[in-house]
């Protein structure tokens, strides 16, 4: 038996660091799903992109990546990925930089392309061979031939004659019989799929076998020697440190059935064990029998080798300070200006000595002033519409006629243009729009004699009879004969009596009563309605109040006032009145004192009690042209003009 530890073991120990530190224990190290890109003849890369991934070693900083010329790089956090559609050289050097207290950490990865040779001319077809056989039984030698056949390749058969005749009593196959059985041989041989076999290019008949006489009965044989069970088997674990353990020192048995292995000492166990120490232990030997059991000598077990390891929870310490060796130590950041770090520390506790902490500067010192910035302007979206695509005809508010609609966007002016070149002009609203399927059919009513009884089978029948198809809710049938009539009427899977049922499409006038009233439609030329209870309710336009007594979309004109909705919008008051809002469908918005168009809002009345951020605070002279007297707001300061010069201001951070 031998222990378990093979040459590829021996290689894995023997094997160095993929990557080195430096001298200082820091360095930034890069890895790289391939280094390589293969090109086929046709151009086409694999894989698509390689993603370089950089691991800090012992420094703290922003990683900032960079590829050479001809490349580009995409980066996401400390993984950068190069794809091959963006790389045009044949190489490229992708870098990644650490700088921490003025030293630079550099790792290198080098990506290149491996090209496939062009491919080479088409060789010529190969040559296929195979053999023939035919088969005779026969008192004597035959002396005649199976004749001319055919030779398939890729079945290596002969194919014709199909049959499995051949000429002169020759046979594909071996014919039943007690006579000698002969055969003879062909050479099949061509670029083709087949090969025609002469008559004469048969080989001479040869006697393949004859029955001989029946001999006697052997004698029985020896039994066979048992074969051999092998099994690898294994055993754990766990200690306190990383010195290994020693090996069992007690022979062991291992049984082949089970699996199982008794007399095992110091400490090891066949079963991997949840306590005991961080580090977890394992070694291995080969049990071998002809037997049952197998005793594992204390000698076969290999070296013990660490299979894992417990992880190890480590912490960063962050604190604050005023001065590059923390002075004024404290867990807020505010008024401070260096941060200080620990890392890997084995306790939550942060340390209160400053000396623990690597400090570095996290605040600068103050910039160089800023050049004022230019006046800001207004600017403002004007809005008519028109029945004609080229503006023909503008007016300010849409109608039922309105066709298309024009904007002309970043005016100075607040009052609208009324030329129709100023304006981009667009649909206002679509054309007709294709015909939808064809719905489902109306209810029926069917009536079919010659039935005593009612059944449901038979009403579905005298529906589809009649070119019906199958029932829908409410068509009604009535079966009868001489002597019975039954009327029911169908709503969802079921058939129900009839109690009462009116012939005809008029119903005089008088009054109906129900608990329900099950329709497909309703139609009402006016109805009053008291609670109305709905989960959907679809109508073209809905409008209310006497403002707005038709359908028609536009402000009032009989100075009430009231709403309508419909596809076109929301009106609410009256224009006129200058009490009103109106919510189109492309999402403007207009009130007297506020307006949203085309994502710029514009706030006429009186703000009061608001706060926000602006850009921009004008006196009212000053909000045209900007070259009036006035002031300016800016987030530089506070500017006064008398129209012609700019008078004194205030500037942040300066003096009057």
């Not at 390749?153 to 051949?166: E, R």
């Not at 006429?604 to 009212?620: D, E, K, N, Q, V």
Request: glycine share 14%; net charge negative.
């Amino acid at each position: 038996m031998t222990a378990i530890g093979g040459a590829r073991d021996k290689l894995l120990q023997a094997t160095a660091e993929r990557f080195s530190t430096t001298a200082d224990g820091k360095a930034i190290l890069l890895a790289g799903s391939t280094p390589v890109f293969r090109v086929n003849s046709a151009g086409a890369g694999a894989p698509g992109s390689i993603a370089i991934t950089a691991k800090p070693v012992n420094v703290v900083g922003d990683i900032v990546f960079s590829v050479s010329a001809g490349t580009q790089l995409t980066v996401n956090g400390n993984v950068a990925t190069v794809d091959f559609a963006s790389m045009t050289t044949d190489t490229a050097l992708v870098q990644a930089r650490i700088r921490e207290f003025g030293v630079d950490y550099v790792g290198n990865y080098m990506i290149s392309k491996v090209f496939d040779g062009v491919a080479g001319d088409t060789g010529l077809a190969g040559l296929n061979t195979g053999q023939a056989f035919a088969y005779k039984r026969a008192a004597a030698a035959p002396t005649d031939s199976p004749g001319d056949v055919i030779f398939t390749f890729a079945t290596g058969s002969i194919t014709t004659p199909a049959s499995n005749d051949l000429a002169n009593g020759w046979s594909k196959n071996i014919p039943a019989g007690t006579a000698p059985l002969y055969v003879c041989v062909a050479a099949a041989s061509s670029r083709n799929a087949t090969d025609n076999i002469a008559a004469n290019e048969w080989s001479s008949a040869v006697q393949l076998a004859k029955d001989g006489a029946a001999g006697a009965n052997g004698s029985a044989g020896q039994n066979g020697t048992d074969g051999l069970n092998v099994a690898p088997v294994r055993i754990y674990q766990r200690g306190a440190t990383n010195t290994a353990p020693a090996l069992p020192s007690a022979a062991c048995t291992f049984t082949f059935a089970t699996g199982a292995l008794a007399g095992l000492n110091n400490g090891w166990s066949t079963q991997v064990p949840t306590a005991g120490g961080a580090y977890l232990f394992t070694s291995g030997a080969t049990a071998a029998s002809r037997g049952a059991t197998d005793d594992i000598a204390p000698g076969e077990w290999a070296a013990a080798a660490r299979l894992a390891a417990d992880g190890v929870t480590t912490y960063t310490w962050v604190k604050y300070g005023n001065t590059a060796a923390g002075g004024g130590f404290s867990d807020s950041p505010v008024g401070m200006t260096y941060i200080g770090l620990a890392y890997n520390k084995a306790t939550l506790v942060e340390s209160d000595n400053p000396a623990d902490y690597a400090w570095s500067l996290i605040k600068g010192g103050d910039g160089a002033k800023g050049e004022a910035g230019a006046d800001g302007k207004t600017t403002y979206t004007w809005i008519k519409y028109a029945d004609n695509a080229d503006g023909t005809g503008l007016y300010d508010a849409p109608r039922d006629s309105t066709l298309y609609l024009g904007l002309a966007v970043n005016k100075l002016s607040a009052a609208p243009s009324t030329n129709k070149a100023d304006y981009a002009w667009s649909k206002f609203r679509g054309g007709q729009g294709v015909a939808g399927p064809s719905g489902q059919r109306g209810t029926v009513t069917v009536t079919a004699p010659g039935y005593s009884t009612w059944s449901d089978a038979s009403a579905v029948y005298e529906l589809s009879h009649a070119g019906y198809g199958a029932p829908i809710n409410r068509d009604m049938v009535t079966l009868y004969d001489a002597t019975h009539a039954v009327t029911k009427f169908y709503v969802n899977g079921e058939w129900l009596a009839a109690d009462t049922v009116l012939n005809g499409n008029l119903l005089v006038p008088g009054t109906v009563a129900a608990k329900a009233l099950a329709v497909d439609k309703l139609s009402s030329i006016a109805a009053d309605l008291g609670k109305v209870t709905a989960g959907d309710i679809y109508s073209a336009t809905i409008h209310g109040g006497p403002g707005y007594p038709t359908s028609a979309y536009g402000w009032p004109s009989n100075g009430g006032n009231g709403f309508h909705l419909s596809q076109s919008g929301l009106l609410m008051g009256n224009y006129d009145l200058g009490k009103y809002a109106r919510f189109d469908t492309d999402g403007d918005i207009r009130t007297p004192q506020f307006t949203s168009l085309q994502g710029i809002a514009t706030f006429s009345g009186t703000l009061s009690g608001a706060w926000g951020s602006f850009a921009l605070i004008r006196s009212p002279a000053r909000l045209t042209s900007g070259s009036a007297a006035g002031y300016d707001l800016t987030g530089t300061g506070l500017y006064f003009y008398d129209g012609v010069h700019e008078q004194p201001h205030i500037e942040l951070g300066e003096y009057l």
